[in-house]
């Protein structure tokens, strides 16, 4: 059964910094692309960044270019999301999700396992 757990949330101040990471089980974790949503107050779930099987590409939305950078280490099954100069419209609850298969799909329900998520906090 696959099984996501993430970590790493909390509360920061704006400019700050936090990575995430998520220990991912119950499957082949070198097999699937895997992606980070977000999902703040009131806002539906927003994809962040997405990374392949073997993570030779990625994709960020806008927002966060040049702010967040998603990785993988597939001898640890795990994910990460290292987030820089963060602002208080990154407050959110951040979940991470396996992909269909190898490649990136920017379609939540393209993502059929996820994590209950950790939440960040970012505020003055």
């Known amino acids: 059964q696959d099984r996501l757990v993430e970590s790493g949330g909390g509360l920061v101040q704006p400019g700050g910094s936090l990575r995430l990471s998520c220990a991912a089980s119950g499957f082949n974790f070198d097999l699937y692309s895997m992606g980070w949503f977000r999902r703040a107050p009131g806002k539906a779930s927003e994809l962040v960044a997405a990374?392949?099987?073997?993570?030779?590409?990625?994709y960020y939305t806008d927002s966060v270019k040049g702010r967040f950078a998603i990785a993988r280490d597939n001898d640890l099954n795990t994910l990460y999301l290292e987030m820089k100069d963060l602002e208080p419209e990154n407050t959110a609850l951040y979940s991470c999700?396996?992909?269909?298969?190898?490649?990136?799909?920017?379609?939540?329900?393209?993502?059929?396992?996820w994590g209950q998520g950790t939440q960040v906090t970012v505020t003055s």
């Open positions: 999700a396996k992909g269909q298969g190898p490649l990136i799909s920017l379609a939540p329900h393209r993502y059929p396992a």
């Open positions: 990374i392949t099987s073997n993570a030779d590409n990625s």
